[in-house]
């Protein structure tokens, strides 16, 4: 009985240990909470973009980055273009990937879009597979995008 006592003890005792200590230091409310990076944004088509977020104020030329399955490239580049709010194609520009894009598995890429536009206005990132490769029964799978919503700034 007594063993079980002290074993009893040392895991009190260890258990005590592994809480974490609080403390009594006053916070200063005043001060702005740190900011965390935006997290990634996963699409269902396996696309997470890390920048911009969906909803961002930007600025010429805005830069796209984040990781697409290694079967959106074809010689290592897929589509990226910059659409107003009216839907209008203002540019395009490659997507590019960052590492070897014949490997299996997500692959980074960047793409770096350059507009002007007279005033702040909605616009839309779209990233768009490249399919210049078709599969070899010549199928016609539909092509996979995203869209991601931003706010243009007008210089």
């Known amino acids: 009985m007594r063993q079980h006592l002290a074993l009893g003890a040392v895991m009190l005792g260890l258990a005590a240990c592994g809480q974490p200590a609080t403390s009594s230091a006053p916070s200063d409310a005043s001060a ?18 890390t920048s911009p977020a969906a909803g961002a104020t930007t600025a010429s030329p805005l830069t796209v980055t984040g990781v697409a399955p290694n079967d959106w490239y074809f010689e290592a580049v897929f589509d990226a273009v910059l659409l107003d709010a009216q839907g209008n194609l203002l540019t395009q520009a ?5 590492t070897d894009w014949t490997q299996p598995g997500p692959v980074p890429f960047k793409a770096v879009l350059s507009y002007a536009v007279d005033a702040t206005q909605t616009g839309t990132v779209v990233l768009t597979e490249d399919q210049t490769a078709k599969g070899e029964d010549g199928d016609d799978a539909p092509v996979r995008e995203v869209r991601i919503p931003v706010v243009l700034r007008a210089h």
């Open 94 to 98: 490659p997507a590019q990937a960052q």
């Open 32 to 49: 702005p909470p740190a900011e965390a990076p935006s997290p990634a944004v996963t699409f269902p088509t396996g696309v997470s973009v």
